[in-house]
């Protein structure tokens, strides 16, 4: 009913609204928690806290109420309340999701583009955080102004920002307990924080990888000594540091030895994804920057799908203890430190694993070295529960009317710890995960951009799906 009022609403917010917020927003170097240690201090997180604040409480909706939860040692939480519209159900609520927090510069961007520098180019605009997850805020209002522009309905709505996920959401579990009388008892939520396979369609995420890591440390020496006269006698903390790993992972297929990290692949999510990689085949690799000659692990492109959604893997996404190699001396090192990151199945333990991942490392130490696994966290995945028919229609109907094309469903290889949360808190809620971060976005890594087309779509998609959550019992 509100698909062509929704979408030119939509547009319009975008391009005369939101778009010059986002510039605005791109510029702040709003590190998560866990890349700034000072936040507090530095005040990044806060500059952007105060700007989404003070564009949101001056959106034209009746009844809008924000504040700044403020909870002493965290992150501080967007809280943002809408009444339901005339006629829709009082009690009944949406929680829309989203957060404001990033992830740290990376190096690799090319000329012309910077993490805290906005650039529009044709239909991307290139920054650190705009597609992850800065959009969120703004497009959720949008979407509940394209409501009441259009005249549709919508049931209470509340709308959480927070200041941690790129940190793993350590925060947020203590926001939400804080909140709970006034985030009642969701029956649909909404997250902003998803990606999508193509730009041609809405994509409905149907579950999120879990998530554990830590510091590796392996230290043999109290400081560096002549290699020539150490090496052999002392063992490098290098290549105990390699036989830790392969404790933990097959350094040759990439497949983790630890039981705690795997479970059975559902078979409607097997089916799922082999109804994705019919529509978009080898065009699932096409995103990833391969080098010349370079291949994905699998051909298959089911296969691709299912080892980046529903099997444990191993990433070291930093190291501590080596000197750049302009700087390398012929030292036998006293330490290696790695940063361990393991994605996870949606429906693991993540507690569970990174305990059995834990003994795993620090066991028997080889030569006596001094092996720790400090920093240690863990965020359990999601799986979806199954759409309500009144959803998987309206979704469809809001795919097909603001992209031209049926939406699909498949699962993503990141994780958001909130739905885990809220999916545990409230199991009969229906949960509508979806993003803009497509193909070529490169979140966390340099060059990110949003497709701005794809998120005015999906802007006026959560209109579209409020409208008919708020009839869908008439």
């Keep these: 009913m509100l698909t062509a009022q929704a979408r030119a609403h939509s547009d319009h917010v975008w391009t005369n609204d939101i778009l010059p917020a986002l510039h605005d927003y791109i510029a702040i170097p709003a590190l998560s928690r866990a890349f700034d240690a000072d936040w507090e201090r530095t005040g990044h997180l806060e500059r952007a806290v105060q700007l989404i604040h003070d564009w949101c409480a001056a959106r034209p909706i009746p009844g809008l109420a924000i504040d700044v939860q403020r909870l002493p040692g965290r992150t501080p939480l967007i809280v943002i309340e809408v009444p339901a519209t005339a006629g829709a159900h009082g009690d ?61 309905e919508h049931c209470r709505c509340v709308v959480l920002i927070e200041a941690s996920e790129e940190s793993g959401s350590p925060d947020l579990p203590a926001h939400v307990e804080a909140l709970a009388t006034r985030i009642g008892t969701p029956s649909l939520v909404l997250c902003l924080d998803s990606g999508c396979a193509d730009y041609d369609r809405l994509w409905v995420t149907s579950s999120l990888r879990g998530l554990c890591g830590g510091t590796l440390t392996v230290r043999m020496l109290t400081e560096g000594v002549h290699s020539g006269d150490a090496s052999g006698a002392v063992a490098s903390t290098f290549r105990i540091a390699r036989q830790l790993l392969s404790r933990i992972e097959d350094e040759t297929s990439g497949a983790i030895r630890i039981a705690e990290c795997y479970a059975d692949i559902p078979a409607d999510r097997r089916t799922e994804a082999a109804d994705v990689a019919a529509v978009l085949a080898d065009g699932l690799t096409v995103p990833f920057p391969f080098v010349p000659g370079g291949r994905p692990t699998s051909a298959d492109p089911t296969e691709h799908l299912l080892v980046r959604t529903w099997m444990p893997t191993l990433s070291i996404t930093g190291a501590d203890g080596l000197p750049s190699t302009t700087k390398a001396g012929n030292v036998l090192r006293p330490f290696t430190s790695l940063q361990l990151s393991i994605r996870l199945p949606p429906t693991v333990d993540a507690h569970r694993a990174l305990e059995a991942i834990t003994a795993a490392l620090t066991a028997s130490p080889p030569y006596g070295a001094d092996v720790t696994f400090n920093g240690a966290e863990a965020a359990s995945g999601w799986n979806a529960p199954t759409f309500e028919p009144w959803l998987w229609d309206s979704l469809q ?78």
């Design 92 to 152: 009944d609520t949406v929680v829309i999701y989203g957060h404001l927090d990033k992830q740290p510069e990376m190096v690799g961007w090319r000329v012309g583009l910077a993490p805290w520098t906005p650039v529009l180019e044709g239909d991307r605009l290139y920054g650190r955080g705009g597609a992850d997850d800065g959009y969120s805020a703004f497009a959720s209002l949008a979407a509940i102004e394209a409501v009441h522009a259009a005249g549709g």
């Design 397 to 474: 109907r809001a795919s097909v009317a603001q992209f031209g094309a049926p939406a699909l469903v498949y699962g993503e290889g990141g994780t958001i710890p909130f739905m885990g949360m809220l999916g545990a808190k409230f199991p009969a809620a229906q949960f509508v995960v979806t993003g803009v971060l497509g193909p070529g976005a490169n979140a966390h890594g340099p060059n990110e951009y949003l497709h701005i087309p794809t998120a005015r779509k999906v802007t006026a998609t959560l209109a579209d799906v409020l409208d008919d959550h708020a009839r869908r019992a008439r």
